[in-house]
């Protein structure tokens, strides 16, 4: 019923950049809470940063300073901007949000398909 696609991933030399989105799409449905999270090759999924629908944020101590989280609700679309990017940033990074279909009372978490970010010389 709703779905979300993730871009931009690729990759970047290390100091690059590069900027994600996550964009929902489907039944009518409002979002909540949205995140970031990434997951390197034999390491657990790991939280690298949320955005509540107000616009406040949380980031993983990790990333602060270089990457930056945002979104914009009229377009239902979440974004990762992330700048000097470096080896270990390297893993799937997944897009997480929470969604109320409206014809249905409570909301669940979503997760898109991830995509992947590679940084290396």
């Known amino acids: 019923q709703v779905q979300l696609v993730e871009s931009g991933g690729g990759l970047v030399q290390p100091g690059g950049s590069l900027r994600l989105s996550c964009a929902a799409s489907?039944?009518?449905?409002?979002?909540?809470?949205m995140g970031w999270y990434r997951q390197a090759p034999g390491k657990q999924r790991e939280l690298v940063a949320v955005?509540?629908?107000?616009?406040?944020?949380n980031y993983a101590d990790f990333v602060k300073g270089r990457f930056t989280i945002s979104r914009d609700n009229a377009k239902n679309t979440l974004y990762l901007q992330m700048n000097s990017l470096q080896p270990e940033d390297t893993a799937v990074y997944y897009c997480?949000?929470?969604?109320?279909?409206?014809?249905?009372?409570?909301?669940?978490?979503?997760w898109g398909q991830g995509t992947q970010v590679t940084v290396s010389s």
């Open positions: 997480n949000a929470y969604i109320q279909i409206l014809s249905i009372n409570a909301p669940r978490a979503y």
């Open positions: 955005i509540a629908r107000g616009g406040s944020t």
């Open positions: 489907g039944s009518p449905f409002s979002i909540n809470a």
